[in-house]
C-alpha cells in the first residue's frame, strides 16, 4: 500500500515548491467520501453489470502496486516530480 | 541452484561425504564457473521489478526529458481491468475501431493474454533515436 506521494514543481522563476502527502492519514480523514463514492461505484457496477466484489478487488490491487511509480518531467526550465512510495 | 551443487548437498545429506568435503566441492565448483558478465543482457527472466520510460527531447531549442517509473505490478493489476470492461463498451469500441480501418475484436483479448503480454515485456528494449528526441523504453 502507497506511505507517501511526493510532489515537487520547479516553477521557471526557480521557485521549488514541494508537497508531500502522507496516504494513510489523508485516506482516514476523507474516508466518508471514499464510502460515498465507493457507493457510486458499487451501483454503476450494478448499472453496467459488472461483477462488483471483482471490481473492487481489481481497484485495491491497482491501489496496493502503485508504490516505485515515479515521474518526472522537465521543460526548459520548469520541472515536476511526482513520486509513490 | 544447479545440479552439480545439488548433488554435493544431496551426498553431504545421505552421509556420504562430510561438511568439511562438501564445503571444499562447492569452493571448487564456483572456482570452475565462469564468472557472471556485468552487462544487463544476463539479468535472469521474469526479475525486472519496472518498466520504464525515458525521453529526452528539444523542443524549440529548449531541452525536455521525461523520466517514468512503473512498477510491472501495477500493469499486471492494471490488465485484470480490461476484464471489467462491460460487454456493451467492447462492443462500441469494436464499432469504432472497424469504422477507423482497424478491424479488431476486442472481445477475443483474454485478460490471460495481457497477463502473458505483461511476463514478457522484461525482455523488451525499444530505443528510437531522432534528430530531436530520443525514446528509450525498457524493464529492470
Known sequence: ?85 | MNEQRKDILDMLAEGKITPDEAERLIAALERDQPPMAASSEVRPKGKAKYLYLMVDSIDNGEPGRVNARVPLQLLRAGVQLAALIPPQALAQANAELSRSGVPFDLTQLKPEQLEALVEHLDEVTLEVDHPDAKIRVFCE
Open chain 1, 1 to 85: 500500500m502507497p506511505q507517501l506521494l511526493t510532489v515537487r514543481v520547479q516553477r521557471p522563476q526557480g521557485r521549488l515548491i514541494r508537497i508531500w502527502v502522507p496516504v494513510l492519514p489523508v485516506v482516514l480523514v476523507l474516508s466518508p467520501f471514499l464510502i460515498l463514492a465507493a457507493l457510486v461505484a458499487a451501483v454503476a457496477c450494478l448499472v453496467y453489470r459488472v461483477r462488483v466484489m471483482r471490481a473492487f478487488g481489481t481497484g485495491w490491487r491497482l491501489f496496493c502496486a502503485l508504490p516505485g511509480t515515479r515521474f518526472d518531467v522537465h521543460e526548459g526550465r520548469t520541472a515536476v516530480l511526482v513520486s509513490i512510495r
